[in-house]
């Protein structure tokens, strides 16, 4: 049974920079047509897509909310899948949560396989 475990700091202030890591137990990020997704939900918001990773590495994609400040990325070594968020901002604040499905990039939170239970990450001075 896979398992995902998001790990990170909680506190942070605007522009800073902040690293979630998930965890995969029970499996491999490497195992095929494996995707590894990162969402975030905001208190009142909907969970929203932020960024995902192919399980060969070779597809990412990063929503258009973050790009140019969050980027994703894997360690085969460790199976993890981190999630690296630069100028950090108040409304980045929410729960991030890591996800896999099989076949394809999904950006709405339907059909995945596996959730980790989140993380809660605070952009505030």
């Known amino acids: 049974q896979v398992q995902l475990r998001e790990s990170g700091p909680d506190l942070v202030k605007p522009s800073q920079t902040l690293s979630l890591t998930c965890t995969v137990s029970?499996?491999?990020?490497?195992?095929?047509?494996?995707?590894w997704n990162w969402f975030r939900q905001a208190p009142g918001k909907e969970r929203e897509f932020v960024a995902a990773a192919s399980w060969s590495g070779g597809s990412t994609l990063v929503a258009d909310s973050v790009k140019g400040r969050f980027t994703i990325s894997r360690d085969n070594a460790k199976d993890t899948v981190s999630l690296q968020m630069n100028s950090l901002k108040p409304e980045d604040t929410a729960v991030y949560y890591c996800?896999?499905?099989?076949?394809?990039?999904?950006?709405?939170?339907?059909?995945?396989?596996?959730w980790g239970q989140g993380t809660q990450v605070t952009v505030s001075s």
């Open positions: 996800a896999a499905k099989t076949r394809g990039i999904v950006v709405v939170p339907t059909g995945y396989d596996y």
């Open positions: 029970g499996g491999s990020i490497t195992a095929k047509y494996y995707y």
